[in-house]
């Protein structure tokens, strides 16, 4: 099994970077995806995109494209996502997922990052 | 890509069954059989209870299950117990490479 954990809640204002981090533990980790998922309140999931561990390929689906970094550290098998000017609709619960390579289904979640963007 | 299809709200009384269809298209669900499922209750983390349509994992109850028809999925749960009372949403792979969420549907016991 892979556990992810996140890191805590943050609160920002609106121009402002942010960096938040979903850490995996477990065996095998090379072989996972990591991925991101928003969840505006009260509405549904999006999908951000997500991180291959081995070769750190990188998909963002289109909304995103453009809207945020996702990166990773081997060293430490930990996955980030990266706002360089955050707004105010950003603000958001975060969750991370891990996916086996090779399949499509996202077994482990994390519980979640809740972001505020407010001035 | 467009969120994929799935009816707001939908609800049975104790012991009914209840299918919640997902529509997609032949870019997603209608392409590939990596549809999957989510019940998530308010203010945790997803959990997958389906995975490649039709597959549970273990420690899933087997009062839920998968199919596919075409471009529409569908999760079916039978026995409905008060427990099961929570938010379902599908996800399905796409030709973009990404994956896509349904709108979500919440279910009322």
């Known amino acids: 099994d892979v556990q992810v954990e996140q890191s805590g809640a943050e609160v920002k204002e609106p121009g402002e970077s942010l960096r938040i981090t979903c850490k995996a533990s477990g065996d095998s980790l090379r072989n996972y995806w990591i991925g991101w998922v928003r969840q505006r309140p009260g509405e549904g999931l999006e999908w951000m995109g997500f991180i291959f561990f081995a070769d750190f390929e990188t998909r963002y689906s289109p909304s995103f494209q453009g809207q945020v970094t996702i990166s990773a550290d081997t060293s430490i098998y930990t996955a980030f996502l990266q706002w360089s000017s955050l707004k105010a609709s950003d603000s958001a619960m975060y969750f991370c997922?891990?996916?086996?390579?090779?399949?499509?289904?996202?077994?482990?979640w994390g519980q979640g990052t809740p972001v505020i963007v407010s001035s | 890509q467009s969120a994929l299809t799935q009816p707001a709200s939908m609800s049975g009384s104790p012991g009914q069954w209840i299918t919640i269809p997902c529509t997609g298209t032949s870019s997603d669900v209608g392409r590939y059989n990596f549809v999957s499922w989510y019940q998530q209750y308010p203010g945790k983390a997803p959990v997958i209870v389906i995975f490649?349509?039709?597959n549970r994992p273990s420690g899933v109850s087997n009062r839920f299950s998968g199919s596919k028809s075409g471009n529409t999925a569908s999760l079916t749960i039978s026995g409905l117990q008060a427990e099961d009372e929570a938010d379902y949403y599908c996800s399905s792979y796409t030709t973009g490479g990404v994956y896509v969420f349904g709108t979500g549907t919440k279910v009322t016991v």
């Open positions: 490649d349509v039709a």
């Open positions: 997922a891990t996916a086996l390579h090779g399949t499509a289904s996202w077994h482990y």
